[in-house]
């Protein structure tokens, strides 16, 4: 677990709390919690998916921009039918292969039998008792998220449906923004529904385009 030195760490890192974890995922709050923890089953000690590389302030502990797309990517695997343990094991080679502290959060190809990061292999076949890859569709386990020399940087969850909300650690905490504005999806609903739900009312307000307050409103009200 790191410690939080000074200020700068939030910029550089976005802060997400279980529950925004869970939110932006649609995962639950102990599942996450298992996967950067690890949990026990029937006394017996699971180990964690991820290295734990959280945030703590004030006794707090925070999740990182890096640890929301690696969760990500494992939350996919899982809802892919792919076994903890699999994914494990997976995790801790690209880690040692690739020389990262974050190797699920990297930007990954595949030829539809294995996975690469970095021309190495990451995950491979059947053939070497993991499982067949092109059940998994690569591209949309990606899809929405921008990288930087292979590093993410941002991230739509909405990429197609609404593009103007983006996750950006240097921006907001890393919180949802509209990006060109850089204004909290948060801020935006919350004035919709002060204003009795009137679009036109907070796009004057803010002074941003309608579509930009319905697209906010749309992101918070699908991620519920």
């Known amino acids: 677990m790191s410690i939080l030195e000074n200020e700068m760490d939030f910029y550089n890192k976005g802060i997400y709390t279980y529950s925004d974890a869970s939110r932006l995922l649609g995962q639950s709050k102990a599942v996450i919690r298992g996967l950067v923890n690890g ?8 180990k964690p998916v991820i290295s734990k590389k959280t945030i703590t302030y004030e006794n707090k502990e ?31 080679k690209a880690k040692k292969e690739l020389n990262k502290d974050y190797p699920f959060a990297t930007h990954f190809t595949t030829d539809g039998t294995y996975i690469y990061a970095d021309n190495k292999f990451v995950f491979l076949g059947l053939h070497n008792n993991q ?10 386990m990606m899809e ?3 990288f930087e020399n292979d590093i993410p940087v941002k ?23 509209i990006e060109q504005h850089h204004i909290l999806t ?16 907070v ?22």
């Open 39 to 46: 949990y026990k089953y029937k006394d017996k000690p699971q």
């Open 131 to 140: 499982f067949d890859f092109r059940s998994i569709c690569l591209p949309t």
């Open 62 to 92: 925070y999740l990182t921009f890096y640890d929301i797309i690696e969760l990500k990517f494992i939350n996919y695997f899982l809802s892919c039918g792919v076994k903890r343990k699999t994914i494990v094991d997976a995790y801790e």
């Open 186 to 201: 948060k801020t935006l609903y919350d004035a919709y529904i002060a204003e009795n739900k009137n679009f036109k009312t």
């Open 155 to 177: 991230w739509r969850p909405f990429d197609k449906e609404i593009p103007e909300v983006a996750l950006d650690p240097l921006f907001k905490y890393g919180q949802p923004i």
């Open 144 to 146: 929405g998220i921008e």
């Open 203 to 224: 796009s004057e307000w803010f002074d941003i385009p309608l579509n930009f307050v319905q697209q906010a409103v749309a992101f918070e009200e699908r991620l519920g």
